[in-house]
């Protein structure tokens, strides 16, 4: 069972282009991380929401929180090389203790 | 910029070896945590520690698994007998009070189990 399912596994597209990857659940989640890891390194942490609804900006970077706590989505607006990279959501439900649980990942490779 | 720092970036060992992974936590962090991700495969979470104590593991972290902070700035991981299958990247994280849902990782150590 998928408790953060993330959504495309893979996405190639062209520099300047917008692109969306989504992290899914069936479970409520009182926080939810969203992560950027390149390969043989650490994640890095990039945004942590809490509240449902909420939206953060990071440059081209838009995070939402879905209403209900049990979604979240990562916007990037004119991708560009830099932003190659695997993303990763991870979160924190009751339902699961105290510990983080994290999604498969969604492979971002951006061509110039 | 504090950061989580880990050491050795790659260790190799044989079957049935005993290894540890030394892990430094952000100076003024209380809570500690080991995952591990396998090629390929999600990162996944081993154990937490606080206050000189493990507060949740996972189901892979049997008895073959220890941690340790031996002193005020070194968090490690041992695997007393280790099998082909514990062959991994192992990351260290760490979190503080303040902005307590945000866990910051190490660069991680890559165990190879021959």
């Known amino acids: 069972t998928q408790l953060l399912e993330q959504s495309p596994q893979f996405l190639s597209i062209q520099e300047g282009e917008n692109l969306t990857v989504y992290c899914n659940s069936s479970?409520?989640?009182?926080?939810l991380q969203w992560y950027r890891q390149e390969p043989g390194e650490g994640p890095v942490l990039l945004v942590t929401v809490v509240t449902g609804g909420e939206v953060k900006k990071l440059k081209r970077l838009t995070f939402q929180f879905g209403d209900a706590r049990k979604d979240s989505s990562l916007h990037i607006t004119a991708a560009q090389p830099g932003d190659t990279g695997l993303y990763l959501c991870a979160g924190k439900a009751q339902e699961y203790g105290n510990k983080l649980v994290f999604g498969a990942g969604t492979i971002l490779r951006v061509k110039s | 910029e504090p950061e989580v720092t880990q050491t050795p970036s790659h260790q190799v060992t044989q079957m049935g070896q005993e290894v540890i992974l030394r892990c430094v936590p952000i100076?003024?962090?209380?809570?500690f945590y080991w995952y591990r991700q396998i090629l390929g495969q999600k990162v996944e979470f081993l154990v937490s520690f606080y206050n000189n104590e493990i507060s949740e593991k996972s189901e892979i972290f049997d008895d073959q698994f220890s941690v340790e902070r031996p002193d005020g700035s070194n968090f490690t991981l041992k695997i007393r007998s280790t099998k082909l299958e514990d062959s991994a990247m192992y990351f260290c994280?760490?979190?503080?009070?303040?902005?307590?849902?945000?866990?910051?990782f190490g660069p991680g150590t890559r165990l190879t189990v021959l």
């Open positions: 100076s003024n962090h209380l809570y």
């Open positions: 479970s409520v989640f009182s926080s």
């Open positions: 994280a760490s979190r503080g009070r303040v902005r307590d849902n945000e866990q910051f």
